[in-house]
């Protein structure tokens, strides 16, 4: 990656029983093309934890995008969806105008893995503006269904958008790419790939290191380039990154919580809504509705 014009640490944040590396949004840079919040969830074992569920909790005006590198999660929402997600597949679920989903440890694992480690991303993509209040939707991808190839001793996986002539079958709403990018050999590789890219371009460091301009780059670091095309590194024996971006909104996008538009009174609705427990806009979940997330308080004087 060439004319890198800003790297972002992860900082640890509480999300539910355990901690997570929190990647986007940063108070300099609020979102990569349409992406604009990026959790780094584990790795952590499931011994360690008397459960890793996630309450029912809402979301408005983006699609979630869950992808796990360890572990299964069972997924549960008010449009009556159930999936379990394992390592290389994708959740893919919109919220639109609201959704309420769960996050649960698989009760198979409970019983018959607990030395089983949970790790991977959890991504928000936020939506046009025309489509911010469209109905929500669920899409579960199969591993099998990721387009994936090797390409100058590197394998790459498309796991969400288009790049290099190919297209995922996550069912995107705007131009964006996300690609898983690995280095399994025991020798430096090369990989330039800026004419294959378009937008605002970002670099996650999963494990090992890159080199780009001299400079080296460790785990948990997100390079941001100041041009998507100018993308050419060199990756370090098992090395796995992660490039996503695409094209930018022309209207600003804030976040209050789980909800995310491009109007501040739209938020507040939500918020609202959430509060009172308003389950025209937030309907409850199937199976799932004894109990949920509460608003967050306010932060302390």
């Not at 090395?239 to 976040?255: K, S």
Request: a negative charge; aromatic letters at 10%; glycine letters at 6%.
């Amino acid at each position: 990656m060439s004319n890198i014009n800003m790297v972002i640490e992860e900082r640890a944040t509480s999300i539910g029983p355990f901690l997570v590396g929190r990647l986007l949004p940063f108070r300099q840079k609020r979102a990569v093309g349409p992406f604009v919040f990026i959790d780094h969830m584990g790795p952590i074992a499931v011994k360690e934890h008397e459960k890793l569920d996630i309450e029912p909790h809402p979301h408005i005006g983006l699609s979630t995008l869950t992808y796990l590198f360890e572990g299964a999660i069972m997924h549960r929402d008010s449009i009556g969806s159930l999936a379990e997600i394992t390592p290389g597949a994708v959740n893919w679920m919109t919220a639109g105008k609201g959704v309420l989903h769960s996050e649960r440890m698989p009760e198979h694992i409970r019983e018959t893995n607990p030395d089983m480690v949970m790790h991977g991303l959890q991504i928000w993509v936020a939506l046009p503006k025309e489509l911010q209040e469209m109905d929500p939707s669920f899409t579960h991808i199969s591993r099998e269904d990721i387009p994936e190839w090797e390409q100058n001793g590197v394998k790459i996986k498309l796991i969400a958008g288009e790049a290099f002539g190919k297209k995922s079958a996550v069912p995107v709403y705007s131009p964006l790419y996300f690609l898983e990018i690995k280095n399994e050999s025991d020798e430096k590789r090369n990989v330039n790939i800026g004419n294959d890219l378009f937008g605002e371009s970002g670099l996650y460091i999963l494990e090992g290191s890159i080199e780009a301009e001299g400079n080296r780059y460790e785990p948990r670091n997100i390079l941001i380039a100041a041009n998507s095309k100018l993308c050419n590194f060199d990756m370090a024996a098992h090395t796995t990154v992660y490039i996503f971006g695409g094209e930018p909104f022309p209207e600003e996008r804030f976040i209050m919580w789980n909800f995310v538009s491009s109007e501040r009174e739209r938020l507040e609705k939500a918020k609202l809504d959430w509060i009172a427990q308003n389950h025209e806009s937030f309907p409850l979940i199937p199976q799932d509705d004894k109990a949920f997330v509460p608003f967050p308080a306010p932060p302390a004087k």
